[in-house]
């Protein structure tokens, strides 16, 4: 499995100085049918530092 080096998501609570913590990520793409650049991809284990809902709805708190 890849490992992620760098992610500039720094509202994450998974990030930690630009390095993502997630045991794993699962990466999509964002709503296009066709992916064409970076533009078009999100990581769907982001996880608010305020806390929030996951995509399918579930209620978590923040760390
Ligand atoms: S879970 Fe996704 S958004 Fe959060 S730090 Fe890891 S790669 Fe970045």
Known sequence: MSRIVKCMC??????NN??????AV???SSNNLRVNSPDDTMC???RSRKG??????NI???L
């Open 10 to 15: 720094e509202e994450c609570l998974y990030n």
């Open 18 to 23: 630009n390095a993502c913590t997630a045991d």
């Open 26 to 28: 699962e990466i999509k």
């Open 44 to 46: 769907n284990t982001f």
């Open 52 to 57: 929030g809902k996951d995509k399918e709805g």
């Open 60 to 62: 978590y708190t923040s």
